[in-house]
């Protein structure tokens, strides 16, 4: 896989070091020489110094072949700009790009841009913390239409004890996952729940609440 | 032109402000935008529209401008970026009428013009004036007299 990242600071160079261990084909795009100088001893990827929304550069960068364009520049303006032309230009196939202010997100949707922000990530983390420490939402799928929990079932969870065919669960929700000392395992029926397992449900948001409840007695 | 437009203006340098200026003293109404608010200096006295001084690349401040009742918005910074974003949001979010930006860069004015962006290409537009006043209309080189 061939990602091209356009940004800089330690994010950039944290991404590009795990993209590079991944095995990634990776290559940085920044304007500053000198962190570019940095960035090339630091790390086992290609670094092209230069302005990502510029098309030559996109080009050097190697946009015709690469599979993902990530744009994490602290300027929404260039990140969108990037993202476009990397699409636009060269069919690159998917671009992300990072929006420093959250209400870009929405906006950069609706120009066909995918977009994330760090900001709402970690705001909403700190929410589900704060709201249930035992019950971690892992990620929205479906455009936040499905949901992929991580809970921790205490002592005191009502289906501690149970096999899985006897806890009745409403439609659309599924223990996907249970993970016991580590180990994860697929359930099925016959497998039982116990206190200190880590079970991922999926549920839809309408079922969501009830499922919650019936597996760790608590209202969500 | 009809001069009773509602008009924003994103960026109050050289070609921002006397644009207001002008379009101002015909009688528009206008908000002008810009994120260093010093550059209002450049107003004229008989500008009478709106100074807004912040991020046009923030929606809350297209917002503010009252974006949404604007039949125009021209976006004159010196960043390409930040006109090519504002002139989408406006276009594709505000639904402004009439959305026109300044791009520098030719390749970028082409990537745009696609996407339903009217661009002005000061870099373009100065080079065909010379190649005019050269005397050759098309930038083809002629072939030299032996």
Not at chain 1, 79 to 85: F, G, K, M, S
Not at chain 1, 86 to 99: D, E, I, K, N, S
Not at chain 2, 14 to 22: D, E, Q
């Amino acid at each position: 896989m061939r990602v091209i990242i356009a940004g800089g600071g330690k994010a950039l160079y944290f991404l590009g070091r795990n993209f590079a261990s991944k095995g990634y084909e990776a290559v940085i795009v920044n304007k500053d020489p000198e962190e570019c100088r940095r960035l090339s001893r630091q790390l086992a990827v290609e670094v092209i110094c230069g302005d990502g929304s510029d098309e030559h550069i996109l080009e050097q960068a190697g946009a015709r072949r690469a599979d993902a364009v990530l744009a994490i520049t602290p300027k929404d303006q260039d990140n969108l700009v990037i993202c476009q032309l990397a699409a636009l230009q060269f069919g690159v196939p998917r671009t992300v790009a990072l929006a420093n202010d959250p209400d870009n997100v929405e906006i950069f949707e609706q120009l066909g841009v995918s977009a994330f922000s760090t900001t709402h990530i970690v705001g909403s983390l700190i929410e589900q913390h704060a709201a249930l420490e035992e019950i971690t939402n892992l990620l929205p799928v479906g455009e936040g239409r499905v949901n992929v929990t991580e809970i921790l079932l205490p002592p005191d969870a009502p289906v501690a004890g149970k096999r899985l065919k006897d806890v009745i669960l409403p439609e659309n929700t599924l223990v996907a996952v249970v993970i016991r000392d580590g180990d994860p395992i697929v359930p099925r029926g016959d497998n039982d729940l116990r206190a200190g397992d880590t079970v991922v449900l999926i549920t839809l948001p309408e079922n969501h609440g009830a499922a919650l409840k019936i597996i760790t007695g608590e209202g969500s | 032109m009809s001069n009773d437009r509602f008009i924003v203006v994103v960026g109050c340098g050289r070609v921002g402000s006397r644009l207001a200026n002008k379009l101002s003293a015909a009688g528009n109404s206008l908000v002008v935008i810009d994120i260093d608010e010093s550059t209002f200096g450049d107003l004229s006295a008989e500008f009478s529209g709106f100074r807004l001084a912040g991020d046009a690349t923030q929606v809350a401040l297209l917002r503010e401008a009252k974006l949404h009742e604007a039949d125009t918005l021209i976006a004159t910074t010196h960043d390409d970026n930040v006109n090519l974003m504002v002139a989408q949001v406006a276009r594709n979010i505000f639904k402004t009428p009439l959305v026109m930006a300044r791009v520098f860069d030719p390749k970028r004015e082409q990537v745009y013009e696609r996407l339903g962006i009217r661009t002005v290409c000061p870099t373009s537009v100065a080079a065909s004036l010379f190649m005019e006043a050269l005397g050759g209309e098309t930038s083809e080189p002629r072939e030299r007299k032996q």
